[in-house]
């Protein structure tokens, strides 16, 4: 079956813009959940949904970063007046409610100029 | 594809040999233990779990270690092939179902 995908694959912009990245889970799972990955780094939890709601928004560094998943299925994660240090690959990964296991996207590899 | 794990430790190995990569984690109070693998381009890739109660789990090739008194966890891979080739990261969760935080990684090399 299909597995969680993120678009864009790819996103470069300036200094100062907004950019949008989507998450599409594994249909039927109820948790998702947002990392980031720097260059020679573990992936960083940002934030966690459990259906609509955010459970978990620590990680999330600023109030430049924000994430919605508004009918439980598909998330966007928005950034806003990007900054170049905010360059990574961005992962979103779901799992079943009550499961443990997660299953990773391919990421979105994102670069600010 | 994006290049994951420029400056991350190496292990070199020839095919066929078995390696062991290693972690160490800081959250005693964890319950659930993973090793993710992670090729250049791709995200994590689910190997193995295990959870605080067991101390030795075994799956095809590949077995988790987990020494709960010195806060270390190990994966061993038995004959190591080349698309073994790869970044390998452990994770832990301290509540199921939650964030996952990830040790540093190292990246595995098989040499033919």
């Known amino acids: 079956g299909a597995g969680v995908s993120q678009t864009p694959s790819n996103k470069v912009t300036e200094k100062g813009k907004y950019v949008e990245l989507r998450c599409d889970p594994i249909?039927?799972?109820?948790?998702l959940y947002w990392y980031r990955q720097s260059l020679g780094q573990g992936p960083e939890f940002l934030i966690y949904?459990?259906?609509?709601?955010?459970?978990?928004d620590s990680g999330l560094p600023n109030d430049r970063f924000f994430a919605v998943r508004p009918e439980g299925s598909v998330s966007t994660l928005k950034i806003q007046r990007t900054e170049r240090g905010d360059s990574a690959v961005y992962l979103c990964?779901?799992?079943?409610?009550?499961?443990?296991?997660?299953?990773f996207g391919p990421g979105t590899r994102l670069t600010v100029l | 594809g994006e290049s994951v794990g420029l400056h991350l430790p190496t292990l070199s190995v020839q095919e066929g040999d078995n390696s062991i990569i290693n972690c160490a984690y800081s959250?005693?109070?964890?319950?659930?233990f993973i090793w993710y693998k992670q090729e250049s381009g791709k995200g994590p890739q689910f190997i193995i779990d295990?959870?605080?109660?067991?101390d030795k789990r075994q799956g095809q090739r590949v077995t988790v270690l987990l020494n709960k008194t010195v806060k270390h966890l190990s994966l061993q891979i038995a004959a190591t092939q080349p698309g073994d080739s790869a970044v390998y990261f452990c994770?832990?969760?301290?509540?199921?179902?939650?964030?996952?935080?990830f040790g540093g990684g190292t990246r595995l090399m098989v040499k033919p």
């Open positions: 990964a779901s799992s079943k409610q009550g499961g443990t296991e997660q299953f």
């Open positions: 249909s039927g799972h109820t948790a």
């Open positions: 949904f459990q259906g609509t709601g955010a459970a978990d």
């Open positions: 959250n005693s109070a964890s319950d659930y």
């Open positions: 295990i959870r605080s109660n067991m």
């Open positions: 994770a832990e969760n301290g509540n199921a179902g939650n964030m996952l935080t």
